[in-house]
């Protein structure tokens, strides 16, 4: 079946980039999201990207697409305390939506 | 704004108990999904509905049941909750392609 895979945790000091990385498995993958979770919140949805994109920017936010490698990643340029958080990339391969696969999340730190 | 509300941030259960989980959303979506959120296995689908009284089985339903009678609301059911149920659990709507997050709530079975 399909697989969402991340590294648990990254720390980076305040004002520098972090960069997030996810690999899938399932090549139908039709959209690709970054969420972020603050402590005792639910998810909100911070970008997405469709599959035939190869890169997405928004404001302080990149995400890079290989479909070729079948591996995501999501870049924060100056990164702020208030990034501290977990993100979780998700695939959904079904244009109907009921197929949405997350990977474990990656809790971010950032240091002053 | 979409609203996605789950009546509990925090519930403390006693093993055997049945637990309501109840999730409500504002905007008429069709599709709602129940996951539960442990640490390092990221979020897992227990049970989803595509419609009012329709449901369908997620990856990990064993020990959970749904009700959904009314389009807004999404219940999900632990029959007889076990220790190994505590956990975070989210409910979420979905519109187009982007789904909608409820708060969660925090169950701890004792």
């Known amino acids: 079946g399909e697989d969402v895979e991340q590294s648990l945790f990254l720390s980076v000091r305040e004002g520098d980039s972090s960069v997030i990385n996810c690999t899938y498995t399932?090549?139908?993958?039709?959209?690709l999201y970054w969420y972020k979770q603050e402590p005792g919140a639910g998810l909100q949805l911070l970008t997405y990207?469709?599959?035939?994109?190869d890169m997405k920017q928004d404001q302080r936010l990149t995400v890079l697409l290989n479909k070729k490698d079948k591996h995501l990643s999501l870049r924060i340029a100056d990164t702020q305390t208030g990034d501290s958080a977990i993100y979780f990339c998700?695939?959904?391969?079904?244009?109907?939506?009921?197929?949405?696969?997350f990977g474990p999340g990656t809790r971010l730190s950032v240091l002053p | 704004d979409v609203k996605v509300t789950q009546s509990s941030r925090y519930l403390v259960k006693r093993t055997g108990e049945k637990v309501f989980l109840e999730c409500v959303q504002d905007?008429?979506?069709?599709?709602m999904f129940w996951y539960r959120q442990d640490p390092g296995l990221g979020l897992r689908l227990i049970y989803f509905?595509?419609?009012?009284?329709?449901?369908e089985k997620g990856d990990i339903p064993e020990g959970y049941s749904v009700s959904r009678e009314k389009k807004e609301r999404f219940s999900l059911i632990l029959e007889s909750a076990s220790t190994n149920q505590t956990s975070m659990y989210l409910c979420?709507?979905?519109?187009?392609?982007?789904?909608?997050f409820g708060q969660g709530t925090r169950l701890t079975v004792v």
């Open positions: 905007m008429d979506h069709e599709n």
């Open positions: 990207i469709f599959s035939n994109m």
């Open positions: 979420a709507s979905l519109l187009g392609t982007e789904a909608f």
């Open positions: 399932d090549s139908s993958s039709t959209y």
């Open positions: 998700a695939e959904n391969a079904r244009s109907d939506g009921q197929n949405f696969v």
């Open positions: 509905s595509y419609d009012v009284k329709m449901k």
